[in-house]
């Protein structure tokens, strides 16, 4: 494809195109980070209090039968 086969308002479309999909990918990559820290946070919560649990149960004075 030669450059004189495209017109200068079909140049324009592809360039604001390639921007607004840039800025998904922008968006995406920010909800992507969010909800990995989310689920990180949810998964050291959950450990944290498996944690917890397996103190209590293993206190020296409690009896075990």
């Known amino acids: ?36 820290t989310y689920m990180q946070e949810q998964e050291s919560a959950a450990t944290d209090k498996r944690g917890k649990e397996l103190q209590e149960e293993m206190r020296p004075d409690r009896i075990l039968h």
């Not at 200068?8 to 607004?20: R, V």
């Open 1 to 36: 494809m030669n450059k004189s086969d495209k017109n200068p308002s079909d140049n324009e479309t592809i360039l604001m195109a390639l921007d607004q999909i840039s800025q998904t990918i922008d968006v995406m990559t920010s909800v992507v980070g969010r909800l990995r």
